[in-house]
Every structure is written in C-alpha cells, then in structure tokens.
C-alpha cells in the first residue's frame, strides 16, 4: 500500500470517528437521563472522546442521578416537617404554681417524689412542688413514661442510666445528674420497663 493510500485510509478513518462521536454527543444531550459514555484522561479533567491509548473510557448510568437529587430534597423536607411535628407534639404538664399555670416538657422531669399531701416534680434545674397525691400521679404520668419504684416515688424510664442491684433484694437506681433512687421489692418488676432488651441481666426483674 503507497503512502498516499495509507494517508486516505487514515482520513477516512478520522472523519468516521468523527461523524460517530458527533452522533454520540447528539444522543446524549438529546437524552440526558440514558446512559452515556464518558471519556476522562488519567487526570479526571477531562471528558472529551478521544480514541488516544493513554485515555480510558468507562459506562456511567446517569440515568438515576436525577431521580436521587429529587429523592433527597423531598427526604429533607420530610425530616424537617418531621422536627417540627414532634417539637409540637412532646408531652408536657401544666400545673397551678404561685398563682400561675406552668408549663413543663415531660422529658425534663426526672422523677417526682411524694412530699406529704404535695410531689415534687423533679424538674431540671428546679425541681416545682404540686398539690397532688403520688398515686394520682403516677396514674396520669404511667402512659408517658414514668414508672412508679417506691411508695413514695415515680421516675422517668427515659433519665434512668444506672442500675445497682442490693444484697437485699432492693435495687437502687440512677438518674441524670447523678441523683439516686431506692427501688424497694413491691416495686421491682416495675424495672422490666426500663429497656426493650435485656442482655445477660434476665435474673434482673424475674
């Protein structure tokens, strides 16, 4: 074959790869979901088709891009109507005190303690005493957590961190800020509620 022939050969070459990466280019924008082949070089900088031997190709599927960048706006906006939701929606109390109507976050009292015809509610950072007797009280706060230890004391399930069994049956338990609670044996199987899952602590509560 003559150079001249080779030469042909070659420009023929060129401009077919030329009319290909032209169609290529047109279904890709034409149809930016579907998959594309993209060219880079071994930078990452560039994304052009070349037929060079130092370059690599790989498949991309952009087809799911979109839809991903859709799916997590909306779950965004879903976890922020969701915050606002259960700030609205937290438990709180509402009881007379020095000629006011008081309200109180559930979650920020860590236990009430009976203190002759009044509780204490055991309130962060002040605890607040209410005209109540325990066993009204424990009632109304048992669906919101509270469980009840001593004849004279309810705790919130959710501040309980520690628990110390006794040699005499008694546990006594801890609650944030280090405070600590006696759990007499009336009111032992009580603790059950205080985790969904107990791991090698069974014997515990029986």
Not at 138 to 151: D, Q, S, T, V, W
Request: positive net charge; hydrophobic residues 40%; aromatic residues 6%.
């Amino acid at each position: 074959m003559s150079a001249r022939e080779i030469q042909d050969q070659k420009a023929i070459e060129h401009e077919m790869f030329v009319q290909r990466a032209a169609h290529a280019n047109a279904d890709v924008e034409a149809s930016p979901l579907r998959g594309a082949t993209i060219c880079s070089t071994k930078s990452g900088r560039d994304y052009i088709l070349e037929p060079t031997a130092d370059r690599f190709c790989e498949a991309a599927d952009t087809s799911s891009l979109p839809v991903i960048r859709i799916a997590a706006a909306n779950l965004m906006g879903v976890l922020r109507q969701l915050e606002v939701i259960a700030k609205r929606q937290t438990p709180r109390i509402a009881f007379k005190a020095k000629g006011s109507i008081l309200l109180l976050d559930l979650a920020d009292i860590l236990a009430v303690q009976a203190e002759g015809n009044y509780v204490s509610l055991q309130h962060r950072p002040n605890p607040y005493l209410v005209r109540e007797s325990l066993t009204s009280m424990a009632e109304k706060l048992k669906p919101y957590g509270f469980i009840r230890i001593h004849r004279s004391v309810v705790v919130n399930i959710s501040a309980v961190q520690e628990i110390q069994p006794l040699p005499t049956g008694e546990h006594r338990l801890r609650v944030k800020g280090g405070k600590q609670y006696l759990v007499t044996r009336t009111y032992k199987h009580n603790l059950r509620d205080l985790a969904q899952l107990w791991v090698g602590s069974e014997r515990l509560c029986g």
